[in-house]
């Protein structure tokens, strides 16, 4: 019997080397960010993302793990990143009204 290796017919990797879902925008990481945020199950995920297909979130899911370490590096990334720039972000005017009128500030 011969095997014949397959890639991962759902996956697309753009311009910038990020692996997206095939047919859609959706990155494989924001997949991964709502099932470990949510804990949700492939059949919830596609509840939520009903444009993405099942076969097209278990390939992102086996894409996941089969690259978990540089997804996971690159989450950390995107959150460290995140902070900073909320970190660096002044308060706005309308935010200023906002907490002062619910006595915050």
Do not use: C, F
């Amino acid at each position: 019997m011969t095997l014949t290796i397959t890639e991962y017919k759902h996956i697309s990797i753009n311009e910038q080397n990020v692996p997206i879902i095939a047919g859609t925008s959706m990155k494989v990481v924001e997949l991964i960010t709502s099932v470990k945020a949510y804990q949700w199950t492939p059949e919830e995920l596609h509840d939520n993302y009903p444009h993405v297909s099942m076969s097209k979130i278990y390939a992102a899911l086996s894409y996941y793990w089969d690259h978990q370490k540089e997804i996971d590096e690159d989450m950390e990334r995107i959150e460290e990143w995140a902070t900073e720039m909320s970190l660096k972000a002044r308060e706005t005017p309308l935010a200023k009204k906002l907490l002062q009128a619910k006595g915050l500030i």
